[in-house]
């Protein structure tokens, strides 16, 4: 074998080795694109905006903000979204709205910040309707908060207890 194939094989290996991901990197999750959540709290911008919308890559803010394509990137911790609603693509507001989220990795809760012209980022949270429902049903049957599901469902029952 001639010294310039062998380098060439050399090379080759060593490129094919850095390539690889590292043994360390844990596998990010699978990307979330379609899902309902249901902000706990106020409603974003003004009522109707009660429900952000994930659908076939866009995303809505209830009857407020009709669906503009958002950015979906994977991360680590879960699904990374951001969308920018332009001028007039949500009722009653003059200007951009920004939002910019991350949904959990089992894709069931939304947190993150919505900005509207001339006011203060807002941070919200948000719940799938099957998480609420989950919680509820645990809550009212055993009259405890559920422990293992966190901030999630005892954000849940404590609004659901507050309005009662």
């Known amino acids: 074998m001639t010294s310039s194939v062998r380098v060439l094989l050399a090379l080759g290996a060593m490129l ?5 991901p590292p043994l360390w990197a844990a596998p990010k999750p699978p ?3 379609a899902g309902r959540f249901a902000v706990e709290g106020a409603p974003l911008i003004r009522p109707g ?3 952000v919308v994930l659908a076939n890559k866009t995303v809505a803010i209830g009857a407020v903000c009709a669906p503009r394509p958002a950015k979906l990137r994977r991360a680590s911790r879960g699904t990374g979204v951001k969308v920018t609603f332009t001028n007039g693509a949500c009722s009653g507001v003059a ?3 920004k939002l910019t989220a991350t949904i959990s990795s ?3 809760t939304m947190t993150g910040k919505l900005k509207a012209p ?3 980022a807002v941070s919200f949270t948000a719940a799938t309707l099957d ?3 989950r919680c ?3 809550g009212s049957r055993r009259g405890v908060r559920r422990q293992r599901d966190g901030l999630r469902c005892r954000a849940v029952l404590q609004r659901r207890s507050a309005s009662a």
């Open 31 to 33: 990307l979330c694109t």
């Open 118 to 120: 001339k006011t203060d």
């Open 95 to 97: 200007g951009k709205v």
């Open 136 to 138: 509820h049903r645990r």
């Open 131 to 133: 998480v609420r429902r």
């Open 16 to 20: 094919s080795v850095l390539d690889a």
């Open 49 to 51: 905006g009660e429900v």
């Open 106 to 108: 089992d894709c069931a």
